[in-house]
């Protein structure tokens, strides 16, 4: 894992960030928003019928990161195509605690040419639960107030508390049955 090297283009936590594909092949991007940790994470591109007839074909980079700032390095994700080449998709699991998808989608042209977009850096998909490092601020729907609880810490007290008080009342039990024995 590597820190975040490659830029996004600039937007407040929470937005997404989609490439500008108008005047390229690229018909749609669609793709999974606010996904939640380990669960499916899916992209489909479709392109127009003189790219698909002319063999161009799809690549598709992605990044997941953290919510404490730690990205996995990119890498290319295995994408298929339909019968007629128009429609591209490909889906991942989304790793745990995960604060946004960073994605790119790659035109590879029939003369070995090819064109990115976004062109710099990466499109952005945050995640149900994100927090932004920029503006120290969590959000989405199932972090509406914060940093999600470690349920375990809570277990662990919930289930110590009972414990110490049954182990104090049995020692108070345990000395007032002596006391009485000895007065």
Avoid at 39 to 51: G, L
Avoid at 72 to 83: G, H, Q
């Amino acid at each position: 894992m590597i820190l975040c090297s490659m830029q996004t283009v600039a937007a407040a936590g929470g937005e997404d960030v989609e490439p500008d594909i108008s005047g390229s092949p690229i018909v749609a991007i669609n793709h999974t928003v606010e996904a939640a940790d380990k669960s499916d994470w899916s992209i489909s591109v479709e392109i127009d019928s003189d790219a698909a007839n002319n063999n161009t074909s799809i690549r598709i980079l992605r990044q997941m990161c953290t919510n404490d700032g730690v990205c996995d390095s990119p890498e290319w994700e295995d994408i298929e195509a339909s019968e007629n080449r128009t429609f591209w998709n490909s889906s991942w699991v989304t790793i745990d605690d995960h604060s946004y998808v960073n994605w790119k989608v790659s035109v590879d042209y029939d003369d070995g040419e090819s064109e990115e977009f976004p062109s710099k850096g990466y499109a952005k998909a945050w995640s149900s639960c994100w927090y932004d490092i920029d503006t120290d601020q969590w959000g989405g729907k199932d972090c509406p107030d914060g940093p999600p609880e470690d349920n375990s810490d809570k277990v662990e007290e919930e289930s110590s508390i009972p414990s110490i008080s049954l182990l104090s009342v049995v020692g108070v039990l345990g000395l007032a049955a002596l006391l009485r024995r000895n007065s």
